[in-house]
Structures are given as C-alpha cells and as structure tokens.
C-alpha cells in the first residue's frame, strides 16, 4: 500500500512537473525535460510517503526554488559561464 501511495504522489509531481516544463521549456528537448523532472523530484521517492499537506508544500516550494535556481543560473548558459555565475 504504501508503495501505492509514494507511486502515486511521485506521479503527480512527475506529471505536474512535465506539463510545467512542457510551457516553460517549450525550447529543450523531451530528454532534457525528462531529465529535469528526475533531477526536481529525486531518487529517492520515499521520502514523498505519508506527507501532511503541510510538508506536502514545503516539498512543493523547495523543488519550485531550486527550478528557479536552475532556470536563472545554469540552464542555456554554456559550463563556463553557469559556473561563474
């Protein structure tokens, strides 16, 4: 069951992630949003189990700042360039 239900939240946050990107990355390729979305969401998807609604947003604000993070810094910028930013 539990399981089920970190499936089901990882899913949502993969789904909810991919249509965002899809809009807002409308320029990088599918591989690079899928890549993205993995990186936003983590390896380990347990951690995503029995979330209160509380921690559920805490959760949803910390991926939302390290996209902004990504998006203002690193993302189109060459390496060298991104690191010394």
């Known amino acids: 069951m539990m399981l089920a239900e970190e499936m089901a939240?990882?899913?949502n946050f993969s789904d909810e992630w991919r249509s965002?990107?899809?809009t807002e990355l409308s320029d990088q390729s599918t591989v690079n949003r899928d890549s993205i979305v993995r990186w936003l969401i983590?390896?380990?998807t347990t951690r995503l189990t029995d979330l209160n609604?509380?921690?559920r947003q805490i959760v949803e604000q910390a991926m939302d700042y390290r996209y902004r993070i990504l998006r203002q810094r690193y993302l189109g910028m060459s390496p060298e360039?991104?690191?010394k930013a």
């Open 9 to 11: 939240l990882s899913e």
């Open 20 to 22: 965002r990107l899809r």
């Open 42 to 44: 983590g390896e380990d």
């Open 53 to 55: 609604p509380t921690q």
């Open 81 to 83: 360039r991104a690191y």
